[in-house]
């Protein structure tokens, strides 16, 4: 239950914290920098990056899914998940790793 409720607060945060479907004010380059830091030892984050792990998605490959949205991805990133380390990211740099991933497409 506690977790349910922090992931609505989360998801109204993010809302709140980046009004339309481009992340306004989230920063691509910044969001580069960061995949670049924390993101590329299990994912291909940029073009001529030569190694990442074989089972996780390419940032690339996320960012042409269907159903993408910067928004979703941003509160994803936020939110603790088995598969993937607990990296402390505040809303600005998970927004700004949803921006820079969002503009691969």
């Known amino acids: 239950m506690l977790r349910h409720v ?3 607060f989360l998801l109204l945060g993010l809302v709140s914290g980046f009004g339309s479907s481009s992340a306004l004010g989230a ?3 910044h969001g580069a920098e960061l995949a670049r830091r924390w993101c590329a030892s299990c ?3 940029a073009n001529g990056q030569a190694q990442a792990s074989a089972d ?3 940032f690339a490959s ?3 899914r269907p159903d993408f ?3 979703r991805l941003a509160f994803f ?3 603790p998940h088995p598969k993937m380390p607990n990296f402390p990211l505040s809303r600005t740099e998970a927004g700004d790793i949803a921006a820079y ?3 691969l497409r």
């Open 6 to 8: 922090r992931r609505i």
């Open 27 to 29: 920063d691509a380059g």
């Open 43 to 45: 994912h291909v984050v």
């Open 56 to 58: 996780v998605p390419s």
């Open 62 to 64: 996320v960012a042409r």
């Open 69 to 71: 949205s910067a928004e």
């Open 77 to 79: 990133l936020l939110d």
């Open 101 to 103: 991933i969002a503009s």
